[in-house]
């Protein structure tokens, strides 16, 4: 991640979202050029990036000119604008009539797993109620377990293998099953050992080419790519890697709450183009919702 310098800043003001020091930062400046060097600062520490910062702050350098903003809230009002624009979200609807595949990633410790839970909760409860849970990370014996505990509470079948099992044989496996049986969507949980990147996207192509030589015609397939909210621009990296590998189409963002500083969403929108499904917000199967990019702007500029 990238260093630019800044003194550490203070636990309260970490806490503190855009809005409020975007706010702090208006009331404390004239409509100069300090003012947009210093949003600049303000935007990298939101972890939209210094590329995606200067872009946006440019861009609204030469519309407060060109409109002749001179009121913190309009200006507020243009940066938010700006911003709405970069945003893409998308809602992933399967099929009722043919299977879905949804293979889902992420690196370890994300809340991958517990995601495919709440997953399964929501679209169980949406009617799609022939869910299958496959377990894919086969390199922690935790991760099977977790699976398994979770297809308990939520009444849903896992199909996994021993620990150390080839993952692309059990999401074959599963989908075998779950053609047989008449199952319409498969949750496929997936390993995220990022200390190899190499032998990463080799697993994750390998078990995207055998998803794709069992899918049918008319049989709808998703990669999606669970990421931290916390992580700032290393889940941008993240997102570039995983996207490098298997062209994602979604991704769900975790443990994310007003106070978290949420640009890269921004970032990863704008720099790759791909739209957020859904977002986390705690530990509980019901804490998924759909990403609203509007919500999410009103979080992120609230005072």
């Not at 709440?118 to 014996?141: C, H, N, P, Q, W």
């Amino acid at each position: 991640m990238f260093k630019f310098g800044k003194k550490e800043k203070t636990e309260k003001s970490r806490k503190k979202n855009l809005g409020r020091r975007l706010l702090e930062l208006l009331s404390n400046h004239t409509i100069d050029e300090s003012l947009f060097e210093d949003l600049e600062d303000l935007l990298i520490e939101s972890d939209l990036g210094g590329t995606v910062t200067m872009e946006v702050v440019d861009e609204l350098r030469d519309r407060v000119k060109a409109k002749k903003l001179n009121s913190h809230e309009d200006i507020i009002g243009e940066l938010k604008s700006i911003l709405s624009e970069q945003i893409k979200a998308v809602e992933l609807i399967p099929d009722g009539e043919n299977l879905n595949v949804f293979l889902i990633l992420g690196v370890n410790g994300v809340g991958k797993t517990t995601s495919i839970a709440k997953m399964a909760r929501y679209y169980g409860e949406k009617g799609i109620g022939e869910i299958v849970l496959s377990a894919g990370d086969t390199f922690r014996a935790a991760a099977v377990n977790q699976l398994r505990i979770h297809g308990e509470r939520t009444g849903f079948r896992v199909v996994h293998q021993g620990q150390g099992a080839d993952p692309a044989a059990v999401i074959f496996d599963t989908i075998t099953s779950a053609k047989a049986r008449g199952e319409k969507l498969v949750l496929a949980d997936t390993a995220g050992r990022m200390h190899n990147r190499t032998n990463l996207v080799k697993e994750l192509q390998k078990i995207d080419s055998v998803i794709r030589k069992k899918l049918d015609e008319g049989d709808t397939y998703r990669k999606i790519l669970v990421i931290d909210s916390t992580t700032g621009q290393n889940g941008v990296q993240q997102a570039e890697v995983f996207n490098e590998a298997v062209e994602l189409d979604a991704i769900i963002l975790t443990k994310y709450d007003s106070t978290a500083r949420g640009g890269n969403i921004i970032s990863i929108s704008r720099k790759l183009g791909i739209p957020f499904a859904f977002i986390g917000k705690g530990e509980q199967l019901t804490d998924l919702e759909l990403f609203n990019p509007e919500s999410y702007l009103e979080d992120l500029f609230s005072y």
